[in-house]
């Protein structure tokens, strides 16, 4: 039996949607069934990449047949999704679901800076935003757009923030490549602090700015060494 015929079986049957990966675990449990048919165990260790070329030329066959339904591959993960033609129906038929308020405009600015620039810290986002954005942070971690991804290695270590798999969920993204062309965003100079002269977060060192203490002039100058000054004059 055809592979993308089985996995559109799957996925037509499917209440979330299925990574690759998932699809090639319940091949392979189809295959170690007892008394499971030759079709079946042929199928067993079938490649993730082969579970991906046959999705994509399933995702071509719906596409071309223009029915109203196709099948979208969003965070990674494939499932069949009706077409927005179809939506004032759908909404008659299904009613409309209450949805999380909409990114504000300062959200939206924020968050496609992070997209772009990703891993990126809060200062370096306002660089380029011009503002402070404490507050959008807050907002766009609490609606899980973005997550925390380590500490910057310079003077500091200020945490820095990369998006989430909700936010490819939320913009109906595949993954971060399908993204769309943004290079002026990703070409704007950011000034980042110095760097720490070690990376092992064990032995962090970084230049001193106590201020240091003045050294006799006899220290500086090597030509006033073992000549004292003459005593003052009565």
């Known amino acids: 039996m055809e592979l993308k015929l089985i996995l559109e079986a799957l996925l037509h049957t499917s209440q979330k ?7 090639r675990d319940v091949l392979n ?3 170690d069934e007892e008394g499971a048919p030759e079709s079946a165990r042929a199928l067993k260790a079938t490649k993730v990449e082969d579970i991906n070329a046959a999705l994509h030329a399933l995702a071509a066959e719906h596409e071309s047949a223009r029915r109203s339904f196709r099948l979208a591959c969003v965070a990674g993960s494939w499932q069949f999704v009706t077409n927005p033609d179809y939506a004032p129906w759908l909404k008659a038929f299904l009613g409309v679901k209450s949805r999380p308020s909409r990114l504000t405009q300062p959200a939206l600015e924020t968050l496609a800076i992070i ?7 809060r200062a370096e986002i306002e660089q380029i935003r011009g503002v402070a954005v ?17 500490r ?6 200020p945490m820095q923030y990369a998006t989430t798999q909700a936010f490819l969920e939320y913009f109906g993204l595949p993954d971060l490549d399908g993204l769309p062309a943004a290079d002026e965003l990703r070409l704007i100079p950011v000034q980042r602090p110095q760097s720490l002269l070690t990376v092992d977060t064990e032995l962090v060192t970084a230049p001193s700015t106590v201020a240091q203490p003045e050294l006799p002039i006899e220290a500086v100058d090597p030509s006033v060494q073992g000549n004292p000054a003459p005593p003052p004059e009565p």
Not at 115 to 121: F, N
Not at 134 to 150: C, K, Q, S, Y
Not at 152 to 157: H, M, P, Q, T, Y
């Open 17 to 23: 949607p299925l990574s690759p990966a998932e699809l």
């Open 29 to 31: 449990r189809a295959a």
């Open 115 to 121: 997209a772009y620039r990703q891993p990126i810290t």
């Open 134 to 150: 404490d507050g959008v942070i807050a907002t766009l971690r609490e609606r899980n757009l973005i997550v925390e991804a380590g």
């Open 152 to 157: 910057a290695e310079v003077i500091g270590r």
